[in-house]
């Protein structure tokens, strides 16, 4: 009935009233599209939505640049994403490569927070540098080269203590602590001379007889 749908003036804006059901726009011309173009913000009009019959997309616009597509796989975004919100991606594609895996980026990721990652982390690039810290930085870097992965000069690798740590500066390496370094083998082969500060005590009880044995 009249009273059902309604297009009508104002005086100042067209409005379309539905009262009953659903608005619905179709276009029944084969492979044509629906468009919708309002002001460009310079006195001209340009495109804010298309829905595409001759490729089944649907494309939203800012100012006549696409920036949201539709297509078969999904959707392509072009520009920025923000989100207020969280992010789940709910696809479990193994990463393998750089290029596959559920979540794939050209470039680099910033993440402000913890990341906690569940299985492994392949850092594939020979070369590969994993800084700590930001004042008093500690860096790996891999060799390329018989499964080495180098400390910096100078910089120390800690256990338990800052003043119990192993360092290197290329030439000579220090192992420091403040009480026991203890080393349990059944062999140790020291090549090059030995100089201690202190005392050397070994505990062996084999007898000497002749200069190549005894403790």
Known sequence: SSSDGIIEHTGANLQIKEKTGNIQISNYANDKNIIINTDDGSGGTTNYFKADGSTGETALYHYGSEKIKTISSGINITGDLTTSGRT????????????????????????????????????????????????SKFTLTDQSANNTVMASSGHRLAFGNAGEYISGDGTDMKIISSGDVDITATLVDVTGALTTSGKVNVDDTTEATTTDDGS
């Not at 193994?94 to 794939?104: I, W």
């Open 88 to 135: 789940q991606i709910n696809d479990t594609t193994e990463a393998t490569t750089t290029l596959d895996g559920s979540l794939q980026t050209d470039g680099g990721l910033s993440v402000a927070k913890s990341a906690v990652i569940g299985d492994d982390l392949d850092l594939l690039s020979d070369g590969a540098i994993i800084n700590i810290g930001s004042t």
